[in-house]
């Protein structure tokens, strides 16, 4: 596609059921990132995959966080038993990871555990 | 933690003022981004700078780097009610992978 998509764009949960988002890059861009976004923060890094290289996971915040990236296209980034300090948007970015790594992102999943 | 800090976090400005926002960052880099966002969705890439340079324009756009002070600039000139957003600068490691990303500079242009 033209951007990266990201779906579903709102998802309400209740505290302990599991939850997966998911994101289409752009065709062609080798690179893939997870950022989280709470409410008016910055972005938090979650996870990074670059081509068939081991991704680098050093900032999911914990074992219940884990993300996967399938023929190195779409991704899924799972919360399993979520809390309700999961509430956030979480936001993917893609890029050619050639030279400068210019990112770009899609809109967003907004995540909302009640 | 976040390798860039933005300062100041909030700011709010007359329309046709300059906007002016600094971003500080910890490790060695080979470029710095900066980034907009509205509405609290997606980020949309402004303008890079290289480690090699000092400044950098683009449109009504001015970024300056300091690699000694491991500082950066963002001028916006002229700004206009369009550019109420938030704006983020990131920075890669020595290696250039990885994108960290500071707090963000909420700014507010009043028409």
């Known amino acids: 596609g033209a951007g990266v998509s990201q779906s579903p764009s709102n998802k309400v949960t209740e505290k302990g059921k599991d939850v997966e988002l998911r994101c289409d890059p752009i065709s062609g861009h080798t690179a893939l990132y997870w950022y989280r976004q709470s409410l008016g923060q910055g972005l938090e890094f979650l996870i990074y995959?670059?081509?068939?290289?081991?991704?680098?996971k050093s900032g999911l915040p914990s074992d219940r966080f884990s993300a996967e990236r399938t023929g190195g296209s779409v991704s899924t980034l799972t919360i399993q038993r979520t809390q309700q300090e999961d509430s956030a948007v979480y936001l993917c970015?893609?890029?050619?990871?050639?030279?400068?790594?210019?990112?770009?992102f899609g809109a967003g999943s907004r995540l909302t555990v009640l | 933690s976040q390798q860039g800090e933005e300062d100041p976090q909030a700011l709010s400005i007359q329309e046709g003022e300059n906007a002016t926002m600094n971003c500080s960052y910890k490790t060695s880099i080979n470029n710095l981004q900066w980034y907009r966002q509205n509405s609290g969705r997606g980020l949309v890439h402004l303008i890079l700078?290289?480690?090699?340079?000092r400044e950098k324009h683009s449109g009504r756009l001015r970024v300056t780097l300091d690699t000694s002070k491991k500082s950066s600039s963002l001028l916006i000139t002229a700004s206009r009610a369009a550019d109420t957003a938030s704006y983020f600068c990131a920075t890669d490691g020595a290696a250039g992978n990885k994108l960290t990303f500071g707090g963000g500079t909420r700014v507010l242009v009043k028409p």
């Open positions: 970015a893609s890029s050619l990871a050639l030279g400068a790594n210019v990112l770009t």
């Open positions: 700078i290289r480690s090699n340079e």
């Open positions: 995959f670059q081509g068939n290289s081991a991704p680098d």
